[in-house]
C-alpha cells in the first residue's frame, strides 16, 4: 500500500481544516406563537409552517 514520503507539515493540516468548522442552527421567531422554530421547518411548538396546521397539536 502506498504510504506518505513526508510527513505533512502542521500549517497544511491546519489550512485543511480551516473549512472543517461547523456553522450554529440559525432559528427564527414563529409568527403564530413567538416560538424560536428552524427555517423551512414546521413549528415544532405550535406545528403550523405557512400560515396552516401541519403537524398535529392540540392546543
Ligand atoms: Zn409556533
Redesign the pocket.
Known amino acids: 500500500m502506498a504510504v506518505p514520503k513526508r510527513r505533512q507539515s502542521q500549517a497544511r493540516g491546519r489550512k485543511r481544516r480551516a473549512h472543517d468548522a461547523i456553522t450554529l442552527p440559525n432559528p427564527s421567531a ?6 424560536a ?1 428552524m427555517p423551512h421547518r414546521a ?1 415544532p ?4 409552517y405557512q400560515g396552516r396546521q401541519a403537524l398535529d397539536k392540540e392546543e
Open positions: 414563529c409568527p403564530q406563537c413567538g416560538e422554530k413549528c411548538s405550535c406545528g403550523t
